[in-house]
């Protein structure tokens, strides 16, 4: 079916259509070449984003440069909405709890104390070594610092189960990772109020931050109370348990973020996925546990493409506009690489005394792969698209 426009028959709708499932055929190709090459598979699928962003500002690429245009102007919070669910919640739900739990206090001390340092940290870098003042104001700085503090550790974890590490290492890295985006959601929401101008109080800072991660983790454990006694309810049918979760992880997500609640939506999905894996898990049908875990591995991989190569789209277009940045913004932003690897290192150095007593512990050499496993991520790119 096509739509009519003014007198000629518009396709773009189509064309956004066949775009996204080209999307996917990159992704199936970037896969493949992660695999052989042992590249990160979301830094391959962003930078096929910023070619296709690249393109469509430099060349006239037709009904495709459209498509691509249409992309880039997707509505952050939509992009938020739509794929941070899935991609949370799966990861959440595949933890292996009886790990996690040991574990709790080093990843608490990583996803709390130290991202509130690395984003302090961030903030003193993009100030007084780079420079960045006038517009960018030092609540600028610090909510930047609460982006890049975001991680994702999916491809050194991937790695690491390759090579047969630890799985208590990958469940740490990993744990950290899912606290850690609701952390620095949390801190990104408070400094964006100080950016916009609004002035707060030492007690509102501290009650608004309260509110939104402890109402976030309160409102995950209903929901996983509620899916639980849903699938308690469904015996032997995948169709109606696979929807029940999504259901629920979308409508909780909703619930968080859209109403006069306005508490954290990551850390009730991530309360929702952990609340699943230790007691709600049980409640699934054994003979349909394969295919729910299935069809949220693929969920999951479709939510992380789109976001990466979506993200890398509006990079490339952004940075082809004229006189807009300069090489030494490049020079600049390879300079922040560097600073970023050296911060998450000397923050989690600062923290080794304690992280190597409590938990399993933690050696010399995993502070250091832990300083690298800190890769930016889906949640850091959605925050950054929320500024633009």
């Given at each position: 079916?096509?739509?009519?426009?003014?007198?000629?028959?518009?396709?773009?709708?189509?064309?956004?259509?066949?775009?996204?499932?080209?999307?996917?055929?990159?992704?199936?190709?970037?896969?493949?070449?992660?695999?052989?090459?042992?590249?990160?598979?979301?830094?391959?699928?962003?930078?096929?984003?910023?070619?296709?962003?690249?393109?469509?500002?430099?060349?006239?690429?037709?009904?495709?440069?459209?498509?691509?245009?249409?992309?880039?102007?997707?509505?952050?919070?939509?992009?938020?909405?739509?794929?941070?669910?899935?991609?949370?919640?799966?990861?959440?739900?595949?933890?292996?709890?009886?790990?996690?739990?040991?574990?709790?206090?080093?990843?608490?001390?990583?996803?709390?104390?130290?991202?509130?340092?690395?984003?302090?940290?961030?903030?003193?870098?993009?100030?007084?070594?780079?420079?960045?003042?006038?517009?960018?104001?030092?609540?600028?700085?610090?909510?930047?610092?609460?982006?890049?503090?975001?991680?994702?550790?999916?491809?050194?974890?991937?790695?690491?189960?390759?090579?047969?590490?630890?799985?208590?290492?990958?469940?740490?890295?990993?744990?950290?990772?899912?606290?850690?985006?609701?952390?620095?959601?949390?801190?990104?929401?408070?400094?964006?109020?100080?950016?916009?101008?609004?002035?707060?109080?030492?007690?509102?800072?501290?009650?608004?931050?309260?509110?939104?991660?402890?109402?976030?983790?309160?409102?995950?454990?209903?929901?996983?109370?509620?899916?639980?006694?849903?699938?308690?309810?469904?015996?032997?049918?995948?169709?109606?348990?696979?929807?029940?979760?999504?259901?629920?992880?979308?409508?909780?997500?909703?619930?968080?973020?859209?109403?006069?609640?306005?508490?954290?939506?990551?850390?009730?999905?991530?309360?929702?996925?952990?609340?699943?894996?230790?007691?709600?898990?049980?409640?699934i049908s054994s003979e349909s546990m394969h295919t729910v875990?299935?069809?949220?591995?693929?969920?999951?991989?479709?939510?992380?493409?789109?976001?990466?190569?979506?993200?890398?789209?509006?990079?490339?277009?952004?940075?082809?506009?004229?006189?807009?940045?300069?090489?030494?913004?490049?020079?600049?932003?390879?300079?922040?690489?560097?600073?970023?690897?050296?911060?998450?290192?000397?923050?989690?150095?600062?923290?080794?005394?304690?992280?190597?007593?409590?938990?399993?512990?933690?050696?010399?050499?995993?502070?250091?792969?832990?300083?690298?496993?800190?890769?930016?991520?889906?949640?850091?790119?959605?925050?950054?698209?929320?500024?633009?």
């Open positions: 079916m096509e739509l009519e426009g003014e007198g000629h028959h518009d396709t773009l709708a189509l064309d956004v259509c066949a775009c996204l499932f080209a999307m996917l055929a990159l992704g199936q190709l970037a896969k493949s070449v992660a695999e052989v090459t042992g590249l990160p598979y979301t830094s391959l699928i962003t930078v096929i984003g910023v070619v296709l962003g690249v393109c469509s500002v430099k060349f006239a690429m037709g009904r495709i440069g459209k498509a691509i245009v249409a992309y880039s102007n997707f509505d952050p919070h939509l992009l938020l909405l739509v794929f941070l669910p899935p991609l949370i919640f799966e990861s959440a739900f595949n933890s292996d709890w009886h790990i996690f739990k040991v574990e709790l206090w080093q990843i608490l001390t990583m996803a709390g104390p130290m991202l509130i340092a690395a984003t302090y940290l961030s903030a003193v870098m993009m100030t007084y070594v780079f420079g960045y003042t006038g517009d960018f104001t030092w609540e600028a700085s610090l909510m930047f610092g609460s982006i890049v503090s975001a991680t994702d550790p999916v491809a050194v974890v991937a790695l690491l189960k390759e090579l047969g590490a630890s799985k208590r290492l990958a469940t740490m890295i990993e744990g950290e990772s899912l606290l850690n985006d609701g952390t620095a959601m949390v801190v990104f929401l408070v400094l964006i109020d100080l950016v916009e101008g609004n002035e707060l109080t030492a007690g509102e800072i501290i009650g608004m931050f309260v509110r939104l991660s402890a109402g976030g983790i309160v409102l995950g454990l209903l929901g996983g109370v509620v899916l639980a006694f849903i699938l308690s309810r469904i015996h032997n049918d995948a169709v109606r348990e696979m929807n029940a979760t999504i259901f629920i992880s979308y409508l909780l997500f909703y619930v968080a973020e859209s109403t006069k609640l306005h508490v954290s939506g990551i850390l009730a999905i991530v309360a929702l996925g952990l609340y699943m894996t230790t007691s709600g898990k049980t409640k875990h299935g069809i949220w591995g693929y969920v999951g991989f479709v939510a992380e493409t789109v976001i990466f190569i979506v993200s890398g789209i509006i990079m490339g277009e952004r940075a082809s506009i004229p006189n807009t940045i300069t090489y030494v913004d490049y020079l600049k932003l390879l300079g922040v690489y560097v600073g970023l690897h050296f911060i998450r290192f000397f923050t989690i150095f600062m923290c080794w005394p304690l992280l190597k007593r409590i938990g399993y512990g933690m050696s010399f050499k995993q502070v250091i792969l832990c300083s690298y496993a800190g890769l930016r991520g889906a949640v850091g790119l959605s925050l950054a698209l929320m500024v633009c």
